[in-house]
């Protein structure tokens, strides 16, 4: 037997075992989720005014925002003129 039917011989032994675990497991169930309520224009106002930060959004709006692959946004002000972005 080459090293070649032998890598082929233990991936397909893996991949049985892993369809053999599989079958016998069953799948989770999701848990079951009530909908949301509507809530009336009265509380929808005081609870946005009770989850207001404040000046913090003041400074988040003003800024770019835009986001790299690692997740990290970017400091500038928004609609800079500048070609790359400052992540931070």
């Not at 082929?8 to 309520?37: C, F, I, L």
């Amino acid at each position: 037997m080459s090293k070649m039917d032998g890598l082929r011989a233990m991936r397909e032994a893996k991949y049985a075992a892993a369809q053999k675990a599989k079958s016998g497991a069953k799948p989770a169930a999701r848990p079951k989720v009530a909908p949301d309520k509507p809530t009336s224009k009265a509380a929808a106002a005081a609870k946005a005014l009770a989850s207001d930060p404040g000046p913090v959004d003041a400074v988040t709006d003003e800024l770019c925002g835009h986001r790299n692959m690692s997740g990290r946004t970017c400091t500038r002000e928004a609609g800079h003129a500048a070609k790359s972005h400052r992540y931070s």
